[in-house]
C-alpha cells in the first residue's frame, strides 16, 4: 500500500491585536484622586480625545470593544464601539486599582501627614492599595479573553492608567513597582498587543491625541 504524503500545507499563523486604551480627560474640578468613585465623567477635552482616536481607528479591523465599568471608560469607548457597529463589553477585570487616598486631594503635604504614614510604608506592593502583582493577573485575563474573541481581528479594552502600566510591566518582563510619573500612558494613548496565535509577538505604544494634550489639567486622576 503506497503511503499517504503528509500534508506540507504551511501553518499560517492567526494575527490578533489587543488595544489597550486608557480613557480621555475627566473633569476634576477639585483635583481629588478619583480612583473607583463614580460620577467622573469625560471633560469637553476628554470627550473630543475619545473622538479623534476613534475617527483614526475607524479604519482598523476592530470587532470587540471593552470598557472598564467606571463612566470616563464608557465614554471613551462609545465612539470607537459606534464606529464600528458593536456593543461595548464592560468588564470588571479592567476597572481601576483601589487605593486608600481615594477621594483625596494628594498633594505633597497631604500625603506626609502622619495619619498617612502606614499606608506609605511599602511602595512595592504598594501598601495604599491593591497589589501590582493583583492588578497584573486580571488584566491579564481579560487581555487573553479579548484576545479569544477578536480572534484574527482587533479589539479595543478601555482601562485606566496603572491597570495598563502594570500588565505592560508584566509582560515586557519588569518590575512591577514603580515612579508614577515616569509611567508611558498618557491621556487616551494605546497600548497595543500583538500576537501570532497565542503568542505575543510585539508591543507598540502611541499616542493619537497627542495633539490635544497641552490643553489637558494636570490635576490628579486616574
Not at 39 to 61: F, K, T, W
Not at 79 to 93: E, M, N, V, Y
Not at 95 to 118: C, I
Request: charged content about 25%; hydrophobic content about 40%.
Amino acid at each position: 500500500m503506497t503511503a499517504r504524503p503528509a500534508d506540507s500545507t504551511p501553518h499560517v499563523p492567526v494575527r490578533t491585536v489587543v488595544h489597550l486604551m486608557r480613557h480621555g480627560e475627566v473633569h476634576n474640578p477639585t483635583g481629588v484622586l478619583y480612583g473607583r468613585l463614580e460620577g467622573y465623567h469625560l471633560s469637553d477635552l476628554g470627550r473630543e480625545m475619545a473622538e479623534l482616536v476613534a475617527r483614526q481607528l475607524a479604519p482598523n479591523d476592530i470587532t470587540v470593544v471593552i470598557a472598564s465599568p467606571l463612566e470616563r471608560a464608557q465614554e471613551t469607548a462609545a465612539p470607537i464601539a459606534a464606529s464600528h457597529g458593536l456593543t461595548i463589553r464592560t468588564d470588571p477585570r479592567v476597572l481601576e486599582s483601589t487605593n486608600y487616598f481615594e477621594g483625596k486631594q494628594v498633594r505633597a503635604k497631604d500625603l506626609l501627614h502622619p495619619t498617612h504614614w502606614a499606608k506609605l510604608l511599602n511602595p512595592r506592593k504598594p501598601s495604599w492599595g491593591e497589589a501590582y502583582e493583583a492588578i497584573a493577573t486580571r488584566m491579564l485575563a481579560a487581555i487573553d479573553d479579548a484576545r479569544r474573541a477578536a480572534a484574527g481581528h482587533e479589539a479595543v479594552i478601555v482601562s485606566h492608567q496603572l491597570p495598563v502600566w502594570t500588565v505592560r510591566n508584566q509582560l515586557e518582563g519588569r518590575r512591577l513597582w514603580h515612579d508614577p510619573r515616569r509611567r508611558e500612558c498618557t491621556l487616551a494613548s494605546l497600548t497595543s498587543l500583538t500576537y501570532e496565535d497565542d503568542e505575543l509577538e510585539s508591543i507598540s505604544y502611541s499616542e493619537p491625541a497627542v495633539a490635544l494634550l497641552h490643553r489637558a489639567s494636570r490635576s490628579v486622576g486616574a
